[in-house]
T-cell receptor, first 112, second 110 residues
Framework: DTAVSQTPKYLVTQMGNDKSIKCEQNLGHDTMYWYKQDSKKFLKIMFSYNNKELIINETVPNRFSPKSPDKAHLNLHINSLELGDSAVYFC???????????FGPGTRLTVL | GENVEQHPSTLSVQEGDSAVIKCTYSDSASNYFPWYKQELGKRPQLIIDIRSNVGEKKDQRIAVTLNKTAKHFSLHITETQPEDSAVYFCAAGQGGKLIFGQGTELSVKP
């Protein structure tokens, strides 16, 4: 199946821990994104990478660090997790030259 | 800063009726306006989009209109069905950066 995939689907962890979420797309897209959807369903862009290069970096605490080992993968590492980090994190990708974005299934992060 | 306002936040219609959701945006540089449908626990799915050089676009029961001068755009769903029930998001942006509206929870009653 051609798609945007994320792992894990659910992540439950304690405050202060460090965790990573992985994203992969096999659509041949050049640009990948991370979004945060909070408990009120508000979707906000966090980062965007184009062919492994960071192009959008919104006002996000520096505890969040994206890494793109190649243009098909974009991972999100979060240090020192806080209660307010609890949310659904969506990865998305878009083909070169377009703004059309396709979302992954999401990772529900719960910080206790 | 850039902002997208979406109204209403909730909308309840009878099956077969039409539904209209409206958005306004602040950044006049925006040139791309997608609409996403998100069912409970699922990913946002693109249902229709429009670019700034077009005033209207239609795909079966769904249509989007854009007024660049007034900086607003709307989603129209005709002949609504229960499976249209979901949260709908508008977005505006350019260069890959999308600013999303707050979402509209649409409920279609059979």
């Amino acid at each position: 199946d051609t798609a945007v995939s994320q792992t894990p689907k659910y992540l439950v962890t304690q405050m202060g821990n460090d965790k990573s979420i992985k994203c992969e797309q096999n659509l041949g897209h050049d640009t990948m994104y991370w979004y945060k959807q909070d408990s009120k369903k508000f979707l906000k862009i966090m980062f965007s990478y184009n062919n492994k290069e960071l192009i959008i970096n919104e006002t996000v605490p520096n505890r969040f660090s994206p890494k793109s080992p190649d243009k098909a993968h974009l991972n999100l590492h979060i240090n020192s997790l806080e209660l307010g980090d609890s949310a659904v994190y969506f990865c998305a990708s878009s083909p070169i030259g377009t703004d059309t974005q396709y979302f992954g299934p999401g990772t529900r992060l719960t910080v206790l | 800063g850039e902002n997208v306002e979406q109204h209403p936040s909730t909308l309840s219609v009878q099956e077969g009726d039409s539904a209209v959701i409206k958005c306004t945006y602040s950044d006049s540089a925006s040139n791309y306006f997608p609409w996403y449908k998100q069912e409970l626990g699922k990913r946002p799915q693109l249902i229709i989009d429009i670019r700034s050089n077009v005033g209207e676009k239609k795909d079966q029961r769904i249509a989007v209109t854009l007024n660049k001068t007034a900086k607003h755009f709307s989603l129209h769903i005709t002949e609504t069905q229960p499976e249209d029930s979901a949260v709908y998001f508008c977005a505006a942006g350019q260069g890959g950066k999308l600013i999303f509206g707050q979402g509209t929870e649409l409920s279609v009653k059979p």
